[in-house]
């Protein structure tokens, strides 16, 4: 079974430009989730799909992100314009739907890691 | 408020001995589940143990135990036996049935494992 794809692994761009960042979760999964990761922070939700659509989307600084998913399977993710604090792990997870069978787990990327200068 | 609180920033354990690391966290559901991943320095997340809201036995994966108490909303994590490959950062998870399955995060500890 193939796990969550995600690309960009690296991006470098200076501040004020844009960037988009790509996820294919697991074949399957309903819910996908979009993090961001500042150094030595723990993951903080943006963005929740829930098949198509949004879920949760209270922490996602909507001037600047936006987010969709587009068919209920793969997800883009973009910035625009960047700011130096933004600068993170963008990890995106995929998980189906938990029942008393399992299905709890969230599973990761490997993540996208962003430099802003 | 749905939250996760991970009190140690740091944490230190000799080899070879058992260590806890804190989690508590606050919700109004009934149905949820905890988690716990390690972080190793290559970033990727690693699914460690899982317990769900309405199971009565702690959970136990290998050296990895949840000292699980739903009354004081705690959900702390026992490594038996550590290791030096245990050393990495750690992360305590809820997820909410209620919420549509709105998973957050603790602010993480980090584990160093002494030789």
């Known amino acids: 079974e193939a796990g969550v794809a995600q690309s960009p692994r690296y991006k470098i761009i200076e501040k004020r430009q844009s960037v988009a960042f790509w996820c294919n979760p697991i074949?399957?999964?309903?819910?996908l989730y979009w993090y961001q990761q500042i150094l030595g922070q723990g993951p903080k939700l943006l963005i929740q799909f829930q098949n198509n659509g949004v879920v949760d989307d209270s922490q996602l600084p909507k001037d600047r992100f936006s987010a969709e998913r587009l068919k209920g399977v793969d997800s883009t993710l973009k910035i625009q314009p960047a700011k130096l604090e933004d600068s993170a792990v963008y990890l995106c997870a995929s998980s189906s739907s938990p029942g008393l069978a399992g299905g709890w787990e969230l599973f990761f990327g490997e993540g996208s890691r962003l430099t802003v200068l | 408020a749905q939250k996760i609180t991970q009190t140690q920033p740091g944490m230190f354990v000799q080899e070879k001995e058992a260590v806890t690391l804190d989690c508590t966290y606050d919700t109004s559901d009934q149905s949820y589940g905890l988690f716990w991943y390690k972080q190793p320095s290559s970033g990727e997340m690693i699914f460690l143990i899982y317990q769900g809201s309405y199971d009565e036995q702690n959970a136990t994966e290998g050296r990895y135990s949840l000292n699980f108490q739903k009354a004081r909303k705690s959900a702390n994590l026992v490594i038996s036996a550590s290791q030096l490959g245990d050393s990495a950062m750690y992360f305590c998870a809820m997820r909410e049935l209620g919420r549509g399955f709105k998973t957050i995060f603790g602010a993480g500890t980090r584990l160093f494992v002494k030789a």
């Open positions: 074949s399957g999964h309903a819910t």
